[in-house]
T-cell receptor, first 113, second 108 residues
Framework: DAGVIQSPRHEVTEMGQEVTLRCKPISGHNSLFWYRQTMMRGLELLIYFNNNVPIDDSGMPEDRFSAKMPNASFSTLKIQPSEPRDSAVYFC???????????FGPGTRLTVT | KNEVEQSPQNLTAQEGEFITINCSYSVGISALHWLQQHPGGGIVSLFMLSSGKKKHGRLIATINIQEKHSSLHITASHPRDSAVYICAVRGYGNKLVFGAGTILRVKS
């Protein structure tokens, strides 16, 4: 299995632009998680899905962030408009169930200038 | 006070030494995870445990639910063990809360 796939691996954008991060979970996994990692705050859960349904989005910072999972093999995290404080590494992870071991993607390093 | 506290924050060891990283938490949990983040940034799940002890190669993880404490041990440490080790607890809502991580450097 290819593992969790994220794209792009690096993204540099200007403040105010829309950013879309993509994730393909491991085939057969039915839980998907989006995390953000910064030096100041460490790793934080943004949102997670079970069977494509958002279960807990309490970590989504504000309305500028949105996440979708249109099918079992694809999820997006969108930031519109982006701000410099959104600069971070965004990880996607999947598991066979939300209570099981999670497998992390390589992350997307986002820089907003 | 953070829900998950790790100690030490930084650890430098000589190759071959026995290493212990500690994690204390303040909330009720359904499981505790130990993760390893490599210098390149990738994150790997090492253990998920809800009681007792687990062993994988040179790594051992223990948890004491009553004391709300877990330890990660590395026996016969090697420079390739150099990484950030992160403790995360899962509450009953399945949300993971992470510690700040322990930066381990093993010198040859």
């Amino acid at each position: 299995d290819a593992g969790v796939i994220q794209s792009p691996r690096h993204e540099v954008t200007e403040m105010g632009q829309e950013v879309t991060l993509r994730c393909k979970p491991i085939s057969g996994h039915n839980s998907l998680f989006w995390y953000r990692q910064t030096m100041m705050r460490g790793l934080e859960l943004l949102i997670y899905f079970n069977n494509n349904v958002p279960i807990d989005d309490s970590g989504m910072p504000e309305d500028r962030f949105s996440a979708k999972m249109p099918n079992a093999s694809f999820s997006t995290l969108k930031i519109q408009p982006s701000e410099p404080r959104d600069s971070a590494v965004y990880f996607c992870a999947s598991s066979s169930w939300s209570g099981n071991e999670q497998y992390f993607g390589p992350g997307t390093r986002l820089t907003v200038t | 006070k953070n829900e998950v506290e790790q100690s030490p924050q930084n650890l430098t060891a000589q190759e071959g030494e026995f290493i212990t990283i500690n994690c204390s938490y303040s909330v009720g949990i359904s499981a505790l995870h130990w993760l390893q983040q490599h210098p390149g940034g990738g994150i790997v799940s090492l253990f998920m445990l809800s009681s007792g002890k687990k062993k994988h190669g040179r790594l051992i993880a223990t948890i004491n639910i009553q004391e709300k404490h877990s330890s990660l041990h590395i026996t016969a440490s090697h420079p390739r063990d150099s990484a950030v080790y992160i403790c995360a607890v899962r509450g009953y809502g399945n949300k993971l809360v992470f510690g700040a991580g322990t930066i381990l450097r093993v010198k040859s």
